[in-house]
């Protein structure tokens, strides 16, 4: 999942950093996400209960929709990551 995410980012013009941070870092964060097996993409709303950006989501929107999208068709699989089943 997470290296699935990564790659939609890049493909849509987003720049990927991995890096370790502080997490007072992330207390400033216009957006943050989680991505794995069972989170999927799942959008983080508070850092030690500080809340985290105003509601408005677009990058973890637009993320998550194209994840989302491989599994309904609206997102094209060029990476071959799906086999069809039939």
């Known amino acids: 999942t997470r290296d699935a995410v990564m ?23 216009d957006e943050i ?4 097996t069972a989170a999927e993409v799942t959008p983080v709303r508070s850092v030690d209960r500080l809340v985290v950006s105003d509601g408005k989501r677009p990058v973890t929107d637009e993320i998550q929709s194209a994840f989302f ?16 089943v039939e």
């Open 7 to 29: 790659t939609l980012a890049r493909s849509r013009g987003f720049e990927v950093i991995e890096q370790a941070l502080a997490r007072e870092t992330l207390y400033g964060a």
């Open 33 to 36: 996400f989680l991505t794995g």
């Open 69 to 84: 999208g491989l599994f309904t068709g609206e997102t094209r699989d060029e990476w071959g990551w799906l086999d069809p």
